[in-house]
């Protein structure tokens, strides 16, 4: 099938008690969604019912054999996060932590994966370097270089340009984008409006009143994506004197959880890699082996 990822009338929540209802939508190849909705609404639910880290209350979520073997996934970085006392190399080989599965080394193909991807984002000149001494920016594009290590066909990015300064956010979205543009699916949770100008498609979640999926175009010409773009940054998306149509052709693109980034905490246990777990946003630190040098 073409699509990649489907919902089936999802209901989401906790303990019995529903926080997303209603949900359907589906996610094909080479699309680029972005998830948007008011503080509280659901979007880190959804996020961890992607990953696979909760179960739906009702409905169905199909992946594609495609994507069997998991979404590479950029979380939310925490400050420990950014403390973390690693390379640059180290962290972008550890998305490859589930090909290796058993096995404490990296194989040629993994290493050369790496490098693949650090060139792919621009930071092979950053591999020596220590994750924490990068900034804000550059520890995205590590990230996301990590997240391509553990799968090139589609990445779920949570609030990616958090934190960053404008040129940075600017940056960042401009290589999601390229990315999107050479064949990776992405699905993004953003707060910032600006993320929608790069989308295809839109999901706006909430309650039943106020879901929506469909094509960026028809979001921003809706009564919700008008009023939602206008109650976050005085207008309605579409910059002046354009229309929606022609914003549309200028690019194609809470709650509650028992499961969270918190373990990232462990950091303090030891040395070792950080490892968003392939697909999932469990961390752990492994102590990986080198076979040969860098």
């Given at each position: 099938m073409s699509e990649q990822?489907?919902?089936k009338n999802v209901t989401l929540g906790y303990e019995g008690i529903p926080v997303?209802?209603?949900?359907h939508f589906a996610v094909s190849k080479g699309d680029y969604l972005c998830i948007l909705g008011e503080n509280g609404s659901g979007k880190s639910t959804l996020v961890k019912a992607l990953l696979g880290l909760i179960p739906a209350m009702s409905g169905e979520i199909v992946r594609s054999e495609e994507i069997a073997d998991g979404v590479g996934y950029l979380p939310q970085q925490t400050v420990v996060q950014k403390d973390f006392p690693a390379s640059v190399r180290e962290i972008v080989r550890s998305g490859c932590i589930r090909r290796a599965k058993l096995r404490p080394f990296y194989n040629k193909e993994e290493k050369a994966l790496a490098d693949e991807n650090m060139a792919r984002l621009g930071i092979s000149e950053l591999a020596g370097r220590c994750y924490r001494e990068l900034s804000g920016g550059q520890q995205q594009r590590v990230l996301l270089a990590r997240?391509?290590?553990a799968t090139s066909r589609i990445l779920l990015?949570?609030?990616?340009?958090?934190g960053l300064d404008p040129r940075a956010q600017a940056d960042l979205y401009e290589l999601i984008a390229d990315l999107n543009r050479s064949g990776v699916t992405m699905i993004m949770v953003s707060h910032d409006v600006s993320a929608v100008r790069y989308a295809s498609h839109i999901l706006h979640i909430g309650s039943k009143e106020?879901?929506?999926f469909g094509t960026k175009d028809a979001y921003l010409n809706s009564r919700l994506g008008r009023s939602f773009l206008?109650?976050?940054t005085g207008h309605d998306g579409h910059p002046a004197g354009e229309t929606a149509a022609d914003t549309a052709e200028e690019t194609s693109a809470e709650e509650?959880?028992?499961v969270s980034a918190k373990t990232a905490a462990a950091a303090a246990a030891g040395a070792g890699i950080l490892a968003f777990?392939?697909?999932a946003a469990i961390y752990k630190y492994v102590k990986r082996g080198e076979r040969s040098d860098r």
């Open positions: 990822l489907i919902c997303i209802e209603g949900l997240a391509l290590c990015l949570d609030e990616p340009v958090t106020q879901l929506f206008i109650t976050e509650k959880s028992g777990g392939a697909g």
